[in-house]
Each structure stands twice: as C-alpha cells, then as structure tokens.
C-alpha cells in the first residue's frame, strides 16, 4: 500500500518511514524512529528530489510508482549523498532509464565511489545560482558545503518559494501521518529530537550553517521541506531561530545540567547535593544526568540547550572516567564551545581527573571554567557542607 501526501498541488511526499532502526549511523539511538523524505514535483517534466535510505527502498518505490501513473522520472535531484538518501539511485536509474541526475560536481564524484560513474549524458552539472526549468517550476541550486557533507546543496523552488533544505532543519523522529509541522506539538513533542539530531548530526559545522542561513535570508521562503522530520509551511522563523542559535552556540536557556561520574555512587550523592543547594539558592529547572547511563548524544543536546554545566567526575587509572573523557571528546569534536562549566572530581588516592578536564575543556572555545573547583576524596562529607555552599553560590551567581 503506497503511504504518500501531497504537499501542495503538484508536489508529492514520497518519503518513508524507520521505526526498526535502533542507531541512526549506527550511533545514535532513536526511539521515535526517523523518516527519511523525498519528493515529487509533477510538472511537465517531473523532478524526485533525493532518494531514500536502502532499507525502506520497497515502499519508497512504491509511493513513487502509484503518483506517477506510468509517467517515467525525468530528473533526480541530488542534494545529498549520505546513503541514507542516495541508496536508491542506482535503482532510479534502472526503473526510469532516461532519467537525468542533477548535481554539482563533488556530488558527481561521489556517485562513482558509491555506485558506478554516471556518463556525462546522463548527468546536469549544476553550480551555485543555476536553475532548472521543469515546466512551471524553476529550480535555484544554492551550495551548502558542510551541511553536513561537502557535496551538499539545497534547492529552492522559485515557482512556490519552497527550500528543499537537505539535511538541514531535519529531526530524528518518524511522521506518524501528520507531516507539517503545524499538525503537531512540535514544541512538546519534537525539539529535543531535533535539537538532538542538530547538535550530534550538524553540530560541528557551525560556520557552514551560519553562511546556509545568510543566503536562506535573501530568499522568500515560504515552505521547508527537510530530508528529516515535518515539513515547516508555518512559524518558519521559530525553527530558522533555532537554528540560528544553535550554529552560534548560543544556549536556549540559562539553566545547569549536572552531568556525573559516578562508579559507586560516592560521586552522585555529592551531585545531588550540589543541585540541591542550587535548587535552596533559586536556580530551576535543573538537570541531572548519570554520564554511564545517558547516550552521550543527550547530553550533547543538552549541553547544546543550557548555558551552564556541571561536571562531577571520578579518577579512574589516573585519568578521567571513561565514560565522562568520551563526553569531553565528543564535546571537542562537535565545536561545543560558550558555556560556562563548573567541576567537581573526586578520588580515594590520587584525584587527577579535575587537571586533566581542565585542560580538554580549555582547548574548547570561548568556555568559561569557574574557579571554585570541588576536589572530594571519596566522598562528601558533612564538614564540607560551607565548600559546597561556596560552589553552589559561584555557579548561581554566575548565570
Ligand atoms: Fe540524513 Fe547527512 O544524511
């Protein structure tokens, strides 16, 4: 049975849906499942914008052969090769043998190394600022190096001011039916997964999202059409905010999430009372996260959210809590920088965790470390109780 939605007229989401996937790139875990989107635009020649990824190929095929009617494929667009939507390419190609692949040059070069090279007949190079007339659409091919690959590019829709925004403005999440985003609660149901999905998929790049945005701007954009996630036909600037703020790194809120370290639990009592005392001094809505057992890609999105964190951490070998080192790195490669970042470590021998966080944390950009530390040797005991105050009242007075 073919699942498709017109999105207006003569466009048609073809796109499906992933609730078996466990780890999007193998990573990340997604509960909610992952749509991935493609879309017809039935015009005099008609254009599939990108594929799908290979497992959901069935159905995809389908949704595309039941809006067709017969009528072949004339052009794939593709403004992405991550196989999660460029898996069916080849497959295009054998069902609509006269299709024409459209694309910029790096995307050609890496249709080779993923499939067979396409002949330069069956190709349409395009370049920043070149158009394809389908009839009474006109299509503006616009670079978005980085976003998340180098071969990216969006397309815009003259005709109906739509951005066909590839990867960006994505979420994790499958559409359950509803695929605008104003048949949902967004804000309820679906930021943290999209803030998710930007700070581990999109995180690092930044610069590139702030440079895709400044040329977003000189357009009229009326829709959005994602390759993840609701297709945005209202509110367009709450998200095109978010992601403004995210590609500065800036925090949404000024709010402390406690990330611990914690192998007996010596460490997670000492962060309960810190967010305690905290909580005494007014600070709210806290967050408290055990770094074993939250995917590392929560507590990125966290970070991403709030403008203070916590970090209570034990020596372990003489150097950081595995699990904590692996947050520290993860933060390093997604370019988290501008927050402000407090820390407790403990040890029953030779604490040497709170040094070696120091320093991960000054090679990160604009972070600022607050200069009362907490050191604990094995636990926190009551005659510190003026310490933690002092630490409590540095973080509240700091935010
Ligand atoms: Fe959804 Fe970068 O692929």
Request: net charge negative; proline share 4%; aromatic share 10%.
């Amino acid at each position: 049975m073919q699942n498709t939605r017109k999105v207006m007229e003569d466009i048609v989401w073809v796109g499906c849906n992933d609730r078996r996937l466990a780890l999007f790139e193998n990573i990340f875990p997604i509960p909610r499942g992952v749509s991935y989107n493609s879309y017809l635009i039935m015009d005099e020649k008609i254009t599939l914008m990108d594929t799908v990824d290979a497992c959901v190929s069935q159905q995809f095929l389908e949704n595309i052969e039941y809006v067709l009617e017969g009528r072949p494929v004339d052009y794939l667009v593709v403004n992405h090769m991550e196989p999660d939507h460029c898996a069916n390419i080849g497959e295009i190609i054998r069902r609509y043998p006269d299709v024409k692949v459209v694309a910029n040059a790096k995307t050609a070069q890496m249709i080779g190394q993923f499939f067979d090279a396409l002949s330069q007949e069956r190709m349409v190079l395009v370049k920043e600022g070149d158009t394809l007339q389908t009839g009474r659409h006109t299509l503006r091919f616009v670079m978005a190096p980085m976003v998340h690959w180098p071969e990216v590019m969006v397309t815009y829709d003259e005709t109906e001011k739509i951005l066909f925004s590839a990867d960006a403005f994505g979420t994790f999440g499958a559409l359950n039916g509803n695929i605008f985003n104003d048949e949902i609660h967004f804000d309820k149901d679906w930021l943290p997964d999209a803030r998710r999905y930007y700070a581990n998929i999109v995180g690092k790049y930044g610069a590139q999202v702030q440079a895709l945005l400044k040329k977003a701007a000189a357009l009229d954009i009326q829709m959005i059409c994602p390759l993840h996630g609701p297709i945005w036909r209202s509110n367009i600037e709450y998200f095109v905010e978010k992601y403004d703020r995210w590609s500065k790194y800036e925090p949404e809120d000024q709010e402390v999430v406690i990330i611990y370290g914690s192998i007996y639990g010596h460490t997670e009592q000492a962060a309960n009372a810190l967010a305690g005392r905290l909580a005494e001094k007014g600070v709210k809505n806290i967050a408290v996260y055990d770094v074993s057992s939250t995917h590392v890609s929560e507590l990125i999105s966290e970070i991403f959210r709030a403008s203070h964190l916590v970090i209570a951490c034990p020596t372990y070998n003489g150097g950081i809590f595995p699990p904590m080192e692996n947050l520290l790195n993860d933060m390093a490669a997604l370019s988290v920088k501008k927050r402000t970042v407090a820390l407790m470590d403990n040890g029953t021998w030779a604490p040497a965790a709170g040094k070696q966080i120091v320093k991960k944390l000054e090679e990160m950009k604009d972070m600022t470390i607050l200069d009362l530390q907490l050191s604990l040797k094995s636990t926190l005991k009551n005659d510190r109780a003026e310490e933690l105050d002092a630490f409590a009242q540095q973080i509240a007075e700091s935010m």
